[in-house]
């Protein structure tokens, strides 16, 4: 069965330093999104991405963060200057099109954040 | 009053009972409503969809949504040790650009005991 993969499973990185977080959507998907959840709290939507660029995004999504598709599989979420209040759980989905219900999750990055 | 409101448990029931999982919402641009279940350090996976008021079954799984009142449940009948997760609700509007933004609720820990 396909499935969204994301890598790593784990970064640990220091406060201030930058990130990049991977994602390999499904393959026929043509809508891609970032959610995350912070430990013992509710996941939360940060930006949805569609033929290229970003078609929505939250007020936690700031200048810090970025995305893109720098090819036809990968999907990446940059965080350009870590905070600690960073640290969460970060999880890639895809869609099959723009009025599909169903998003599919992948496994998500543990980010932490020191 | 949050948008999304869903008891965090955690619910403990023995093996065989039936299951009662709840969410009220207060957003009434709602219109698509769906049952993930997560294990710990999963991601999400969609479990149940739903469009219309009404229910909707799956197997073990029946969704339940009452538009009039906000308020949707995810039944789950013979559980098994196998289903113990976080059972995820949530919830979206058309988004304008399209796309798919959810708003979870905070999810329902439950264990099936034997």
């Known amino acids: ?114 | 009053q949050k948008e999304v409101e869903q008891d965090p448990g955690p619910l403990s029931v023995p093996e065989g009972a039936i299951v009662s999982l709840n969410c009220t919402y207060s957003n009434s641009a709602f219109q698509y409503f769906m049952w993930y279940r997560q294990y710990s350090r999963k991601g999400p996976e969609l479990l149940m969809y739903t469009y219309s008021s009404g229910n909707k079954e799956d197997g073990r799984f029946t969704a339940q949504v009452d538009k009039s009142s906000k308020y949707i449940s995810l039944f789950i009948r013979d559980s098994q040790p196998s289903d113990s997760a976080t059972y995820l609700c949530a919830m979206s509007a058309i988004l304008t650009g399209g796309g798919n933004k959810l708003t979870f609720g905070t999810g329902t820990q439950l264990k099936v005991e034997l």
């Not at chain 1, 939360?44 to 939250?58: A, G, T």
């Not at chain 1, 600690?84 to 599919?104: G, H, I, N, T, W």
Request: proline share 4%; glycine share 4%; hydrophobic share 30%.
């Open chain 1, 1 to 114: 069965e396909p499935e969204v993969t994301q890598t790593p499973s784990h970064q640990v990185t220091q406060m201030g330093q930058e990130v990049i977080l991977r994602c390999v959507p499904i393959s026929n998907h043509l809508y891609f999104y970032w959610y995350r959840q912070i430990l013992g709290q509710k996941v939360e939507f940060l930006v949805s991405f569609y033929n290229n660029e970003i078609s929505e995004k939250s007020e936690i999504f700031d200048d810090q963060f970025s995305v893109e598709r720098p090819d036809g599989s990968n999907f990446t979420l940059k965080i350009r200057s870590t905070k600690l209040e960073d640290s969460a759980m970060y999880f890639c989905a895809s869609s099959q099109d723009r009025d599909d219900e169903k998003l599919f999750f992948g496994s998500g990055t543990q980010l932490s954040v020191l």
